[in-house]
């Protein structure tokens, strides 16, 4: 993950990450089963406006959403940030121990096999992770985003994550050293066995911001934009919380979700000189932290800061 060390790219870092984070939940098998028409996801910058006056009238939508009526139905994503920042110099806002993650050396997509597995070593405490057919959409053709959400289920102290050109890496959220201890699946993920990283801490500079993801749904039929709404709510009401457990935690990044959701509420747009007659639109706001943490031991691991001196 990009470091990241300003509140500008914060903001699209979460933007980013929930594009690819909706997008994958819209692609899944149980979605794709009970939704009419897979919508378009996109994520844009729109400014923070009074809840009643976001969408004022068609101009104001289409502005914003550029060719909108070949994109329908439409779920567009955006931040809308707070004042509320925080930088922390001296210790991490984020366990950054991931200076010595487990990094393979095959690309995905990963060819795995029913049954296969891979045995760990954790801080000295021996895992097992089992890999069956069901946990992925092909298990021919595993992705790290597949395996990130799966380790997060099974193992959530654990984080997979692209570490470069598509290979897998695996760190420990709380600095404990990994070991590859055997198994079918070390070889088909790049690993070998006794492979290991050293768990070590470091000293960082951080920022976290509160902001709100918001999203809108824009469709051309009632039922549809309802439809989609509701799948939306239920990806950051009960999925979010049950397997993600209200969090999305990447090497140097985190979003913490705060267990609160807002649904704006249903609209609609009638339009002139249109290819349709009438928009329909619903928004939901999700409260969150985001955070970031960048490594900074050599340059300021002399340097001694006082309380007054604290940025808070």
Not at 7 to 15: A, C, I, K, P
Not at 67 to 75: A, Q, R, V
Not at 88 to 106: H, M, R
Not at 151 to 167: M, T
């Amino acid at each position: 993950m990009t470091e990241i060390l300003d509140f500008g790219r914060l903001s699209d870092f979460v933007r980013s990450t929930a594009l690819a984070r909706v997008t994958a939940y819209f692609q899944s098998p149980h979605v794709r089963s009970i939704i009419a028409e897979t919508p378009n996801i996109e994520k844009y910058e729109i400014s923070d406006q009074p809840e009643d006056q976001r969408f004022v009238s068609s101009v104001h939508i289409q502005r914003y959403f550029a060719n909108l009526f070949e994109k329908l139905p439409l779920i567009a994503i955006t931040t809308v940030s707070s004042s509320r920042f925080q930088m922390n110099i001296g210790k991490p806002l984020i366990n950054d121990g991931y200076v010595g993650s487990l990094v393979g050396s095959v690309p995905e997509p990963f060819d795995l096999d029913d049954g296969d597995y891979i045995d760990l070593e954790i801080g000295g405490i021996p895992y097992s992770v089992l890999f069956s057919a069901d946990m992925f959409t092909d298990i021919d053709v595993v992705t790290i985003q597949e395996l990130h959400d799966l380790f997060l289920q099974l193992l959530p102290f654990v984080s997979a994550y692209d570490g470069g050109s598509g290979v897998i890496a695996l760190s420990d959220v709380y600095n404990r050293p990994i070991i590859v201890v055997d198994g079918t699946a070390v070889s088909k993920l790049g690993l070998t066995v006794g492979q290991g990283t050293a768990s070590k801490r470091s000293q960082s500079l951080g920022i976290s911001e509160r902001m709100s993801l918001s999203i809108d749904v824009v469709t051309q039929d009632r039922n549809q934009r309802t439809e989609l709404a509701d799948v939306l709510s239920t990806l950051f009401g009960f999925y979010l919380f049950d397997h993600d457990l209200g969090q999305w935690v990447y090497p140097k990044n985190s979003i913490i979700f705060r267990g609160e959701m807002t649904r704006r509420g249903e609209s609609e747009v009638a339009l002139e000189n249109a290819p349709i007659s009438k928009l329909y639109l619903d928004s939901i706001d999700v409260p969150l932290i985001a955070f970031a943490s960048v490594e900074r031991m050599e340059e300021i691991e002399d340097l001694t800061i006082s309380a007054e001196q604290n940025i808070l």
